[in-house]
């Protein structure tokens, strides 16, 4: 069962643009979550993270705006560059007691065009 | 440079063989997680390790098992191969809970 869904599946924007990618989530056990932006051949880094207790939360030109009632969350890259270009992750996971696994949303391919 | 192992880089097998994916978690970190990426199924967990000890299992099948040994570093064991289990397997650790898990530079298995 899908818990995180994601959109769009692929993105193109100019440079100097602004990027939006967006995640809903099923499950309200979440709080915690992390976006993910994986270039080609390599893993998944994190990139920023979330936890409920705050709306929005920002580390120079990606934030990350977080709506707890509606069970959804968005990464924004502002000014996008051309090595933005790659397939961005959202995931969710829930507090257990030793660790977290995350549940990941399908991934966004972005294009930043020149 | 995540500071998470993983070797092979790419390893291409035959159908029934058995493969072993090796994983060196960053420095201080207990937990190790194992991922699947394929296209049709995206980044799937498989299974959670923290201490030496399983803590949690996602889609894995039965064919695949893990272990995390006493210097923590891990390695996840393949069976009974089929074409479908082609895919990238990434390794990722964390130092406990709902801390930033850091991912490997993955695994890329090809069964021929």
């Known amino acids: 069962q899908q818990q995180v869904k994601q959109s769009p599946q692929s993105l193109i924007v100019q440079k100097g643009g602004i990027s939006i990618i967006n995640c809903a989530y099923e499950n309200t056990a979440f709080d915690y979550f992390p976006w993910y932006q994986q270039f080609p051949g390599k893993g998944p880094a994190l990139l920023i993270a979330?936890?409920?207790?705050?709306s929005e939360k920002k580390e120079g030109r990606f934030t990350i705006s977080f709506n707890k009632s509606a069970k959804q969350f968005s990464l924004h890259i502002m000014d996008s560059q051309p090595g933005d270009s790659a397939t961005y992750f959202c995931?969710?996971?829930?507090?257990?007691?030793?660790?977290?696994?995350?549940?990941f949303g399908e991934g966004t391919q972005l294009t930043v065009n020149p | 440079d995540s500071g998470v192992t993983q070797t092979p880089k790419h390893l291409i097998t035959a159908t029934g063989q058995r493969v072993t994916l090796r994983c060196s978690p960053r420095?201080?970190?207990?937990?190790v997680y194992w991922y699947q990426q394929s296209l049709d199924q995206g980044l799937q967990f498989l299974i959670q390790?923290?201490?030496?000890?399983?803590?949690a299992k996602g889609n894995i099948l039965e064919r695949f098992s893990a272990q995390q040994f006493p210097d923590l570093h891990s390695e996840l064991n393949l069976s009974s191969l089929e074409l479908g289990d082609s895919a990238l397997y990434f390794c990722?650790?964390?130092?406990?809970?709902?801390?930033?898990?850091?991912f490997g530079q993955g695994t890329r298995l090809t069964v021929v």
């Open positions: 979330i936890r409920p207790d705050v």
């Open positions: 420095s201080g970190d207990l937990s």
């Open positions: 390790y923290y201490n030496g000890e399983e803590r």
């Open positions: 990722a650790s964390s130092a406990g809970v709902l801390t930033e898990a850091f």
């Open positions: 995931a969710a996971s829930m507090r257990e007691t030793s660790g977290s696994r995350l549940t």
